[in-house]
Nanobody, 127 residues
Framework: QVQLVESGGGLVQAGGSLRLSCAASARTFSSYAVGWFRQAPGKEREFVAT????????YYADSVKGRFTISRDNAKNTVYLQMNSLKPEDTAVYYC????????????????????WGQGIQVSVSS
């Protein structure tokens, strides 16, 4: 099973930027789609963005489209989430997760399709 570790979180003012990284332990990481999810206090975990194993396809939640960019460097076993124009409502614990199924043909946003989760990292945006 792939083990994932998030980094890059922190406190930023509204309008600022952060880049999250999700580093994987397994060399087979390049065969799996990766998703970013977030959970704010008192709310359900929600989908943020996902990228196909090949990097050829991405998908975003409407709330972050145009502000966040997901990318991956399979040579470094790392997926990134560049977050620009941050808003206070982006405040949450962010998690990365790897798909259960290797070499999936199309992106998925279903939480149940992701099996390996990182420990999460806090992102706080002040107004």
């Amino acid at each position: 099973q792939v083990q994932l570790v998030e980094s890059g979180g922190g406190l930023v003012q509204a309008g600022g930027s952060l880049r999250l990284s999700c580093a994987a332990s397994a060399r087979t990481f390049s065969s799996y789609a990766v998703g970013w999810f977030r959970q704010a206090p008192g709310k359900e975990r929600e989908f943020v963005a996902t990228i196909l194993w090949s990097g050829s396809s991405t998908y975003y939640a409407d709330s972050v489209k145009g502000r966040f960019t997901i990318s991956r460097d399979n040579a470094k076993n790392t997926v990134y989430l560049q977050m620009n124009s941050l808003k206070p409502e982006d405040t949450a614990v962010y998690y990365c997760a790897a798909d259960r199924q290797p070499l999936r043909a199309a992106v998925t946003t279903r939480t149940a399709n992701f099996a390996s989760w990182g420990q999460g990292i806090q992102v706080s945006v002040s107004s």
